[in-house]
């Protein structure tokens, strides 16, 4: 039997600025998918939703990716720390698991580069559209300015996570993204310098990582946040465990993600207390750390 962890990512700056061009930065979390292959005499997965055979309703992504390997027969098992359909990059993590694992446990001798576009392709084809980013964080892990694939250095503040456990899915993030273009072509004086001020985040904040000036990049994240708001998609249960984290004294708080639910994100050497203050204002908090470690066998 084989078992492989995968991690999932926040975006510390620059998401849908990115669908235009601009940089990100994204940066993997300790908080992993983990998926055991097992030879077998037939195909079954088995999750927190059940057991099935190759099932592209209920199991798309891990159907997918055994079906990309050559559809081999094999007993799947699945457990995870990342909240399904969070903006957390879970989808990701989960492809990247299993071909990882089916990888090792069939002998097939794919790198991680291999590992990555694959995953990729299958995120594509489950929901007609996805960028690299997730597949290509979660594989390789670490801090990565998004599109060159320039590897940051890690930063070694804390993170926590605040979910509102309101509806962010592959759907609603295509519904943001273009809501976001009709605004941008409705309103391209005004919009176009925000997407562009999103992109300036992203090169500065390399140069803060680097310098581990968490305070400063922390208030750059505020004004990410803003920005975001700005664009619309914002929600108020976001801004509400953003305003709550900075209140406890993050040095910075933003949506990460296409927003519109989903997850905000806090740097902080103050884990406990923020943490907190995101379930005081009813958020579902997690306590994590950046990682530097992508795809592992365990
Ligand atoms: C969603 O996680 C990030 C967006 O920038 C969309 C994308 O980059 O595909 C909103």
Redesign the pocket.
Known sequence: MATCSAPGKIYLFG??A??YGEPAIACAIELRTRVSAKKSDTIAITSSIGTTGLDFEVHPYVSSAIEKLGSENVSINISSELPVGS?LGSSAAVTIATLAAINIEFGLGNDLSDLAGMGHEIEKEVQGA??P?DTFVSAFGGAVEIPSRKRLDLPDCGVVIGNTNKGASPKK?AK??KQVARLKEEYPDMINPIIKTIGSFSRKGEVLISKKDYSSLGRLMNVNHGLLDALGVGTLELSALVYAARDAGAYGAKIT??GGGGCMVALTDSPFEVASAIEKSGGEAIITKFTSRGVMSE
């Open positions: 998401e849908h990115v669908v903006g996805a960028s980013t993030t943001l993204v993600g296409a």
